[in-house]
């Protein structure tokens, strides 16, 4: 699969289309998907039709084309069946000059088209899209990404369960519908999709974080949790060039005493941890397998409003070792730059694809398909809301993915394509600009939306509630 990046260029017509013959008269197929044709223009389609070898080799009428605006359009309109989706995207087209489907042909046409198309355009577009005069992008001269992973649910289809298996822990019974796990890298300042992966529930999220390891690049700063902090992926991710700033368990490291400390292999680590036990007598043991990595640990105070405190310790290990260019304050208020995935995860499984709402391919390559729609989508979107963010000298975390989808469902039902003005107008208003310095809250890991209304079957507490904070960080000396 190609890994090069694309950079959509303005329209110069209100919209191209493709155009069949039908009985001697001619029938127009819209090729636009609203506002984010300026970002997805159908040169660019074409480009990924050729590459994937699905150009249509007769006249139809639903060319591969007007398919993959389609199939785009699913994601847009979610909550819509083939036949609403269609008539969203022709809505602003005279009617006696549109092709008008019926559901099953939609269907066949999604299943022709098939995954490989959505995932090279999906390809053509991610990377990073923040620019060194973009705020939050980057740190000291390096670029803010991190790593995480997510679940999205499928439809209950024989196909999928085979496939992506259901969810299921030793307490519990298995889940309803079989999942799809989703390990993406972002960038923090712009929350744009640098790459993702994606495959069956089973497979954990370090495997999939190996497979985004080829698009890690030196000058790049990873943030990552603790459930990433093995030592073969540490050594992994610093041999990409990048710099790291994970966050790792207590009883992972062996401090020295200093600021430095070496993360092994369970092997080296055994043997490191005997010497020491034995009081340290005779050498040191040699040819040891290991990082040497600088340690910060600090304390995260937590302050409400009502004067209760919660306190935690934070332990994190990063390959600057250089206290003077790298300073540990400034590192232990940055790896909370993290959390910014969360809110890209947001904007994909919420803003975009809807609250709890599960994914309507039933077979394999259709939520392949379909889910590379989906990333394809938010990042355009994000490319939109960063070029217009940087074109009015402002944040991207203060425009908002919410109102910018809104604005692109109704530039597609109008058949809005040419002035990107409508979209840069409705995001730099004033009055839909997020605040300078948002609030500092919290709220806790718990369940949002009880199972059941009765209340006896209500767990105590489980109904968690944001809460405004004061936060506090005290760095702290080696053990």
């Avoid at 990433?228 to 992972?252: H, I, K, N, P, S």
Wanted: with cysteine.
């Amino acid at each position: 699969m190609s890994r090069s990046r694309f950079v959509g260029a303005p329209l110069s017509v209100q919209c191209d289309t493709a155009r069949v013959v039908r009985d001697r008269s001619w029938v127009w197929l819209p090729g636009h998907l609203g506002a984010l044709t300026r970002w997805i223009p159908p040169a660019l389609v074409d480009e990924v039709l050729e590459a994937a070898g699905r150009r249509e080799q007769r006249v139809r009428l639903l060319p591969a084309r007007v398919v993959v605006y389609f199939v785009l359009a699913m994601g847009l309109f979610t909550d819509c069946g083939y036949r609403r989706v269609w008539t969203a995207l022709t809505a602003g087209w005279p009617r006696t000059v549109v092709a008008d489907p019926s559901a099953a042909a939609l269907r066949q046409a999604r299943q022709r088209l098939g995954a490989k198309p959505l995932a090279l355009l999906f390809d053509r577009l991610r990377g990073p899209v923040g620019t060194a005069g973009t705020p939050g992008v980057f740190w000291r001269g390096l670029r803010l990404v991190a790593w995480d992973g997510t679940c999205l649910e499928v439809p209950d289809s024989a196909a999928n369960v085979a496939c992506f298996s259901r969810h299921a822990a030793r307490t519990t019974r298995p889940a309803g519908y079989p999942q799809v796990r989703l390990t993406a890298l972002v960038e923090c300042g712009t929350r744009a999709l640098v790459d993702a992966v994606f495959g069956p529930q089973q497979y954990t999220e370090l495997p999939q974080a190996r497979a985004l390891l080829a698009s890690l690049r030196p000058g790049m700063l990873l943030l990552a949790d603790r459930g990433y902090d093995g030592f073969e992926a540490l050594r992994e991710a610093c041999a990409t060039g990048a710099d790291v700033l994970w966050r790792v368990q207590a009883g992972r490291l062996l401090p020295d005493g200093t600021h430095l400390t070496l993360v092994t292999d369970r092997r080296s680590g055994d043997r490191l941890t005997r010497w020491m036990r034995h009081g340290r007598h005779g050498p040191m043991p040699a040819n040891l397998t290991a990082l040497t990595l600088r340690v910060i640990s600090y304390q995260v105070t937590v302050t409400a409003a009502d004067g209760t405190c919660r306190t935690s310790t934070v332990r994190l290990v990063t390959s600057l070792l250089d206290p003077r260019r790298h300073p540990a304050g400034e590192l232990a208020a940055l790896y909370h730059q993290r959390w910014e995935i969360e809110s890209a995860y947001y904007g994909l499984k919420v803003s975009l694809r809807g609250a709890d709402r599960v994914l309507r391919s039933r077979t394999v390559e259709g939520v392949e398909q379909e889910l590379f729609a989906l990333l394809a989508l938010y990042q355009a979107g994000r490319r939109a809301i960063t070029e217009i963010a940087t074109t009015a000298g402002l944040d991207p975390d203060r425009l908002s993915l919410t109102i910018a989808l809104h604005t692109v469902r109704l530039t597609v039902i109008n058949a809005h394509t040419g002035d990107p003005a409508l979209l840069h107008a409705v995001l730099v208003h004033p009055r839909n600009l997020a605040p300078l310095r948002r609030r500092s809250r919290t709220s806790p890991r718990c369940v949002k939306r009880t199972l059941s209304p009765y209340a006896y079957n209500k767990t105590k507490g489980s109904v968690g509630r944001k809460t405004t904070v004061t936060t506090s960080i005290a760095l702290t000396g080696p053990p």
